[in-house]
């Protein structure tokens, strides 16, 4: 917390991977489920008086998903309709919101111990939905304005969407945030919760120490803080009788269950050390020595190096960790970032391609390949920017970012009114229903009449059109309700 304590400053501007959102660290709304469009956005939770910021990484989120999978699962669940949100905060937390949406604080990432750990949360809030536990809001949020709200969920729409800039700018319009406040689940919920989360461990035969361990860090913490201001406090009442009960019981479990594969702790380590290179490279230095040779050092310390600008010594550790595991494509992605963020864009070409050569599934990594494309400009690369991004949009459909860079290539290759239907199309996707209204009617003006993307932009001009309503305080969302749907906090409890 001391190093770094500024960081959000410099670096606030577009990483390519790495996309910090300002977000509000509270409470939201279940916009999901009227929005035409993907299975993805969500919404944000716990209350503090300050914007949060979420964070986007293909990485990060592959692995979160390796280790929640199998428990989704195993609890009926399908592993398609649960997303992940990693928000940028150092308390130790994860919360399910809106649905089947997991938060996870990068505190909690970065502190665990264990794969096992993340495990056991994990467990623990997919109890939470499929239990489908309402939270209690506090008088607090329930007093908050509905205005307050809408924009709230619009901000984190547009995180959801990728598209963190837009993101920014919405959040910034919310003015009653420092009015929210926590929302927390009944201890039967919490009991509920820990009991389905064994039972999901004992179904997948995975260790449930993990689970343990990490109840016991947070039962530390209540007994070492006791500030009324404490969120622990609040939301989780009687940890400690809950880990005794758990600890019984996963014994038990333990003894049939099949350990972890070495794959699970390792890329543990690798999540730990892209995190802490990226949010505290001070104290990353210092983790990762140089005279540690393994492959989580030199990620750590490759990442940390670019955000202290130094870029030759990024780019030397990030090429060593390459040269250790020269089919990780996230290893690429980053070298690829370092280029891009120093202006080298043809350079950040080649190990853009090499990631998504390495993983064809990941839209954010198509999208950093079309960008680089885009910087250098030629209109082959325009061309090829155009199917990457097309790619991506298969992947994530509402990614508003992907439909922005369209829009840059689509204009660099003279096709304009296809631009204008790129930038309705994000528009819309963040919920700026007037600007997609503009945008699909002048789209419309220079497309073939009847050709799928005129159809596609008349859509977007008749869901979008003013005279219908839903169009209020600066571009709701066709079916945006406003009333607020609780569906989970959880702090890591
Ligand atoms: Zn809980």
């Known amino acids: ?107 909690l990432l970065l502190e665990a111990e264990s794969a096992g750990e993340i495990i056991g949360v994990m467990a623990h809030e997919t109890g939470h939905i499929t239990g489908a536990h309402n939270a209690r809001s506090t008088d607090a949020i329930r007093s908050a304005s509905n205005a307050s709200w809408v ?59 993990g689970l343990v361990s990490f109840m016991n860090k947070i039962r530390d913490l209540e007994v070492m803080s006791a500030s009324a201001s404490n969120p622990y406090w609040r939301t989780h009442p009687e940890v400690g009788p809950r880990v005794a009960a758990l600890r019984t019981k996963a014994d038990i479990l333990n003894q049939t269950a099949t350990p972890f594969t070495d794959e ?38 490759a990442v940390a190096s670019h955000k202290m600008n130094d870029q030759t010594r990024a780019l030397d550790q990030i090429r060593t960790a390459i040269e250790m595991e ?10 690829g970032q370092i280029l891009f963020e120093s202006g080298r864009f043809d350079e950040s070409i080649p190990p853009n391609r090499k990631s998504v050569e390495f993983a064809p599934d990941k839209a954010l990594l198509y999208v950093n390949l079309a960008r680089s494309l885009i910087a250098r400009g030629t209109a082959e690369d325009n061309e090829e920017a155009e199917k990457l991004l097309h790619k991506a949009l298969v992947l994530e459909p509402s990614n508003a970012f992907a439909y922005t860079q369209m829009s840059f290539a689509l204009g660099a290759l003279g096709r304009k009114p296809e631009a204008e239907l790129a930038t309705a ?56 309700a406003p009333e607020i749907s609780f569906h989970g906090n959880l702090t890591a409890d």
């Open 151 to 209: 924009a709230l969920g619009l901000g984190v729409l547009a995180i959801a969407a990728g598209a963190p800039d837009a993101g920014v700018a919405i959040m910034a319009g919310s003015q009653q945030v420092g009015a929210l406040n926590y929302f927390a689940y009944s201890r039967a919920q919490e009991s509920s919760a820990d009991q389905a989360a064994l039972s999901l461990l004992e179904k997948t035969h995975m260790p449930a120490d």
């Open 425 to 480: 199309e994000a528009a819309y996707a963040l919920g700026d229903t007037q600007k997609a209204h503009q945008f699909a009617r002048r789209a419309m003006d220079g497309l073939d009449r009847d050709s799928p993307k005129w159809v596609r932009a008349d859509d977007i001009s008749a869901i979008t059109d003013p005279r219908l309503g839903g169009n209020r305080s600066g571009g709701q969302r066709p079916g945006f």
């Open 1 to 107: 917390m001391v190093d770094d304590a500024n960081w959000g400053i410099g670096v606030a501007g577009a990483w390519l991977n790495y996309k910090r959102i300002p977000v509000l660290k509270d409470a939201l709304k279940s916009l999901l489920r009227t929005l035409p469009v993907a299975a993805s956005l969500v919404l944000a939770n716990f209350a503090v008086a300050h914007a949060q910021s979420m964070i986007r990484d293909a990485e990060i989120e592959d692995t979160l998903r390796f280790y929640g999978e199998p428990l989704w699962e195993a609890g009926g669940l399908n592993p398609d309709d649960v997303d992940i949100y990693i928000v940028q905060d150092d308390s130790l937390n994860a919360f399910v919101y809106g649905g089947q949406n997991i938060f996870f604080h990068t505190g």
């Open 264 to 301: 699970y702790d390792e890329r543990l380590k690798m999540m730990q050390a892209k995190l802490l290179g990226f949010l505290k490279p001070r104290k990353a230095y210092y983790r990762y020595p140089d005279t540690d040779t393994s492959l989580p050092a030199y990620y750590a310390r």
């Open 326 to 335: 020269p089919e990780n494509p996230y290893l690429y992605e980053l070298e």
